[in-house]
């Protein structure tokens, strides 16, 4: 299996925002023009979360997921504020290929059930926002990481692929934005154990960062915002870098 890159585009009142520790947003640029580049420049996937959407108790914007869909040829995760079939529907009528569910989920996991049975387990991926905590375990965080739970990271994960997820986005609280590397041990512990995809999200800062959350981890997917939006690494370049770590990748 081909490893993948994914730029995430966080969204905000419109545009796209990137911040540290899920905190201090910074405007990164058009959602829609960054789209189409990252899908030119050969990304292997998009993913769009609308970041205020479950704090404003709103949907999620499926007007910009139309605009953005016209513009991209890869496939596309869309999420935020998702909390129905008929909120997942409206977004694959308007181009999404995939959902992500994440604090709607957690709080009513049946829901889970009801999209993988309407769907495909295929189109639904559970986004996980997890932090180390002092005692050395994992916990599952909410609302954008503001609240924490008391669920440890992996047993959520695995309740979740047995009600029908297809694919989870993990993204590491304590690593987002830092530039620092991936968080290995808690991407392999799913990766290894999970008999789904896991995406590795949060501490992408250099082209080796990548090559260890595929070699060292199993991770299936790498996603990053930052350095791509604000150009530090060029995904041609990123591919060009992992084929010759012999790491088996769409070029």
């Avoid at 999209?115 to 954008?144: M, R």
């Amino acid at each position: 299996m081909t490893k993948r890159i994914i730029p995430c585009l966080d969204i905000k009142d419109g545009r796209t925002v990137k911040g540290t520790n899920f905190i201090n947003l910074r405007d990164a640029g058009d959602p829609v023009e960054l789209g189409a580049l990252y899908a030119q420049q050969g990304a292997d996937e998009l993913v769009f979360l609308d970041i205020a959407a479950t704090i404003e108790k709103r949907k999620t914007l499926s007007e910009l997921v139309n605009k953005i869909a016209h513009h991209v040829n890869i496939p596309f995760t869309v999420g935020g504020g998702i909390k129905t079939v008929d909120d997942v529907n409206l977004l694959l009528q308007n181009g999404a290929d995939k959902i992500s569910i994440n604090t709607a989920a957690f709080k009513n996991p049946d829901l889970i059930q009801q999209l993988a049975k309407e769907f495909g387990s295929q189109c639904v991926v559970l986004a996980i926002d997890t932090k180390k905590e002092e005692n050395g375990n994992w916990y599952v965080y909410l609302n954008g990481g503001r609240m924490k739970t008391e669920t440890k990271c992996f047993e959520w994960a695995r309740q979740a692929v047995e009600l029908g997820v297809g694919e989870i986005l993990l993204t590491s609280m304590n690593h987002d934005g830092t530039k620092n590397g991936f968080a290995v041990e808690i991407t392999k512990l799913l990766a290894e154990n999970l008999p789904v995809p896991v995406i590795a999200s949060g501490g992408a800062g250099k082209m080796d960062h990548f090559a260890d959350v595929f070699k060292d981890a199993s991770a299936d997917a790498a996603l990053a915002a930052s350095i791509f939006h604000f150009k530090e690494i060029a995904i041609p370049d990123l591919k060009k870098y992992l084929a010759q770590q012999k790491i088996v990748i769409r070029l």
